[in-house]
């Protein structure tokens, strides 16, 4: 496809919607690490010119990558992937340590994190090797394989350590279930986690007697005519009420005490207000911070460089996971309702996208490419107001950091490129 057919049939509202955000986070880094009036933008030195730097470097591979014949990403996915998988593992002989985590090479000029490659490799190799089984997918040496290949990156980012970069991975397996992967699965999963919470909150006992109810009324209403099947429900209250039962060993011997604190401060575990409060001033004195940040925005924020909390460094990290909060506290509920509703424009648009390809392949890739940058927005959103407990996940197009963004560029664009090749596709 030449040059010009890519520009008329490239989708120009999401690459709007793209520079809105990159434009906006970039003013908002600017905001947070601003320091000496007498400093310029493009001063390379400082983290808002950095960031600007990433801009360029993110534009341009933006170009190259629609560039590029369509078909060389169905070609080469699997290649790409296991490159990246390489880079993953030099880590352990190679990697640089920083903030506890080590997560990146070292190149002199520029700190690399291949995890956030991984994203659009991972999200490339999955979608043609369910492409090349279509239908398929419910054989289960299928399920395994596609999930061996979500869950090989997210094991390699584990050790580093960096749990929530391997949690995004795991956002990859919405794309199986939009592609017939059994519902099942999903249903368990989420009753795992839904037993596991209210456990910690109300104890075994209270989780026994609630299943105890949800089965009894099941049967109550269960048509006569259909037979009762006592003997699966029997064991599935069996198995949960086992399950409840290792939820506090868990929690106390496998957990680290920074884990427990956190998931006492999210679903308000600890009962004595001066223990709370002292985890609140430690733990949790990142989300608090943002939290009162964002609160003293107000409707319309306290104004561009004029937030005090921003200014008084009350928020660490503010440039990265918890740029949100600089958004809050300058532009107030008007800027943070703009950029929530930018990220779910994104997002539909997207979704529209996705089901509009002709090729399978595309609408997979599609799929994996809102998966992951809706689990980074909705994580990252909650994590800094509070909802959700600390991960530390970037937000998209937004959050200072050079492999991040181009990493989010190269997910997207890709997508777009095969949107505009389209109406070549004949599977």
């Known amino acids: 496809m030449s040059g010009k057919s890519v520009l008329k049939r490239v989708d120009w509202l999401t690459i709007f919607i793209f520079l809105m955000l990159i434009t906006i986070g970039w003013v908002n880094i600017y905001s947070s690490t601003f320091s000496d009036i007498n400093s310029s933008i493009f001063d390379f030195s400082e983290l808002y010119g950095k960031q600007l730097f990433f801009i360029g470097v993110s534009l341009l591979a933006a170009f190259i990558l629609l560039s590029l014949e369509a ?26 340590t920083i903030a506890g985590a080590t997560s990146w090479y070292d190149l002199g000029f520029f700190n690399l994190q291949p995890s ?3 994203k659009f490799t991972t999200a490339l190799a999955l979608a043609k090797y369910l492409s090349d089984i279509q239908t398929d997918i419910k054989r289960t040496k299928n399920q395994l394989f596609a999930l061996l290949i979500i869950l090989i990156p997210a094991l390699l980012i584990i050790p580093q350590p960096d749990p929530g970069s391997a949690l995004v991975f795991l956002a990859l397996i919405f794309v199986l279930f939009r592609e017939g992967f059994p519902l099942f699965y999903l249903g368990i999963a989420l009753l795992a986690v839904l037993i596991f919470m209210t456990t910690l909150m109300f104890g075994t006992i209270w989780v026994s007697i609630s299943l105890a109810l949800i089965i009894a009324s ?94 008084g460094d ?49 609408r997979m890739y599609g799929y994996g490419v809102i998966s992951i940058l809706l689990i980074h927005y909705f994580i990252n959103v909650g994590m800094v107001t509070g909802i959700l407990p600390t991960i530390g ?18 997910l997207l664009f890709i997508f777009l490129k095969l949107d505009a090749n389209r109406l070549n596709e004949w599977h």
Do not use: C
Request: glycine share 8%; aromatic share 16%; net charge neutral.
């Open 71 to 96: 078909n060389f990403y169905e070609r080469f996915s699997s290649l790409l992937y296991i490159i990246t998988m390489v880079l993953l593992i030099g880590l352990f002989l190679f990697g640089k």
């Open 314 to 362: 009350f928020v660490p990290e503010q440039h990265t996971d918890y740029i949100f909060s600089t958004v809050g506290e300058e532009w107030g509920f008007a800027g943070t309702a703009t950029v929530v509703v930018l990220f779910t424009i994104l997002l539909l648009r997207l979704v529209y996208l996705a089901e509009r390809q002709k090729s399978d392949f595309s």
């Open 218 to 311: 099941f049967l109550l209403v269960k048509k006569t005519s259909f037979k009762v099947p006592l003997l699966p429900l029997s064991l599935f209250f069996i198995i949960a009420v086992v399950f409840s039962l290792s939820v506090n060993f868990v929690f106390e011997n496998v957990f680290e005490q920074r884990h427990r604190d956190r998931f006492s401060l999210w679903l308000r575990l600890e009962k004595d207000p001066e223990k709370l409060d002292e985890i609140r001033k430690t733990i949790g004195y990142n989300t608090y911070q943002s939290e009162k940040a964002i609160e003293s925005g107000g409707l319309f924020g306290k104004g561009f460089l004029e937030g005090t909390r921003t200014k």
């Open 393 to 410: 996940i970037p937000l998209p197009f937004f959050s200072y950091g050079g492999s991040a963004l181009i990493g989010f560029t190269a």
């Open 116 to 118: 956030e490659l991984a």
